[in-house]
């Protein structure tokens, strides 16, 4: 059996831009999915702490060390610019890596720079 458990989370960014007409996504500062592993393409959750809208999408990179997090094509209906956010993604764990396995999550400052990645016990 396999469980889907968080893998990273990105922890209170802010929205710096919503760009309605691009074709859909969320661009993240580059140094911000490092920070966290999270890969281009890769599917997320969007959970606005400033509305309670919660969404899924996926990753683009951003220019790196921006701050950059713009909500693009449809997600750019669910946050505006000065929201706050927090980022999930998932991963499929079978039942024997359980135990073992750690999520990551990025601590960030006021403008969206890590400030500190800490292991989620």
């Known amino acids: 059996m396999h469980y889907n458990?968080?893998?990273?989370?990105?922890?209170?960014?802010?929205?710096?831009?919503?760009?309605?007409?691009?074709?859909?996504?969320?661009?993240?500062?580059?140094?911000?999915?490092?920070?966290?592993k999270i890969k281009k393409y890769e599917q997320i959750h969007i959970n606005n702490a400033s509305n309670g809208s919660r969404i899924m999408t996926y990753v683009l990179p951003g220019k790196r060390?921006?701050?950059?997090?713009?909500?693009?094509?449809?997600?750019?209906?669910?946050?505006?610019?000065?929201?706050?956010?927090?980022?999930?993604?998932?991963?499929?764990v079978p039942d024997e890596e359980m135990d073992d396995f750690v999520p990551l999550v990025v601590f960030t400052d006021e403008n969206n720079h890590v400030k500190s990645v800490e292991e989620y016990r």
Do not use: P, Q
């Open 5 to 36: 458990i968080l893998k990273s989370k990105i922890h209170t960014v802010r929205v710096t831009e919503a760009n309605l007409k691009y074709n859909g996504s969320i661009t993240i500062d580059a140094d911000l999915l490092d920070a966290a």
């Open 65 to 92: 060390g921006s701050g950059e997090v713009c909500m693009n094509g449809g997600a750019a209906l669910h946050a505006k610019v000065g929201d706050t956010i927090h980022l999930l993604t998932f991963v499929s």
